[in-house]
């Protein structure tokens, strides 16, 4: 089993910064994809940005140019560095790991982002 934990959300105003973190426990094999994802009030959960084992990284759109995402192997955390957020940044964000043909999600962690 893997069990996921998510945290470093909270309230900022536009334009300003957090970092998110997600750490990763249990059978965890070496080879795997992190992720987050967020889901804005009352939309459908989105795909914000993913990294590979070996450093891949790939962003949507909307956030591409502000959001960094990085990983540290050695700890199964993956982090997500968010800057310049803006107010539709706002949302439940979510940390996903595929890890052996399957899917984990953590809990999530709220994101709010005031003009």
């Known amino acids: 089993q893997v069990q996921l934990v998510e945290s470093g959300g909270g309230l900022v105003q536009a334009g300003g910064s957090l970092r998110l973190s997600c750490a990763a426990s249990?059978?965890?094999?070496?080879?795997?994809?992190m992720g987050w994802y967020r889901q804005p009030p009352g939309k459908q959960r989105e795909w914000v940005a993913t990294?590979?084992?070996?450093?891949?990284?790939m962003y949507a759109d909307s956030v591409k140019g502000r959001f960094t995402i990085s990983r540290d192997n050695g700890k199964n955390t993956v982090y997500l560095q968010m800057n310049s957020l803006k107010p539709e940044d706002t949302g439940v964000y979510y940390c996903?790991?595929?890890?052996?043909?399957?899917?984990?999600w953590g809990q999530g962690t709220q994101v709010t982002v005031s003009s």
């Open positions: 249990g059978s965890i094999f070496s080879i795997n994809t």
């Open positions: 990294i590979t084992s070996g450093g891949s990284t």
């Open positions: 996903k790991l595929s890890n052996l043909a399957r899917d984990y």
